[in-house]
């Protein structure tokens, strides 16, 4: 995500072992002039194993935060939100004393997330 979108922060978080993940592809459904994220449309998902690739990386980096974020996918009846809830679910799974953030596109009105965790989400 960091290389992709331009962000000038790069090597600091990079030096302190914070690392941000972009998921759902390199394609975003709308134009945003702040972001140098591709647009256009964007390939199909692949399901649970890019998930679960990403929760292995994860846990492979040893990262001290991770931030994961994604393109917006208005081409998706949930906007993507349940691949949101299998990365984060595999990311806390494989790490689960890694902090991490998500930063989730505006989903809409609609979408419903099923969430299941055993364990407790501790918030920040």
Not at 27 to 38: A, E, F, L, N
Not at 55 to 71: D, E, F, N, P, Q
Request: some cysteine; charged content about 25%.
């Amino acid at each position: 995500m960091c290389e992709e979108a331009s962000c000038s922060s790069i090597g600091e978080c990079f030096g302190k072992g914070t690392a941000t993940f972009m998921i759902m592809g390199d394609k975003c459904t709308r134009r945003c002039p702040i972001c140098d994220v591709g647009h256009g449309l964007p390939d199909p998902l692949d399901g649970c194993q890019r998930a679960r690739n990403l929760a292995k990386t994860l846990a492979a980096l040893r990262l001290k935060y991770v931030v994961i974020t994604s393109v917006d996918r208005d081409d998706l009846r949930d906007g993507g939100s349940q691949h949101f809830v299998d990365c984060i679910g595999g990311t806390r799974e494989l790490s689960p004393d890694t902090p991490s953030k998500s930063s989730c596109p505006t989903f809409s009105a609609g979408t419903t997330v099923r969430w299941k965790s055993s364990r407790q989400h501790r918030p920040a």
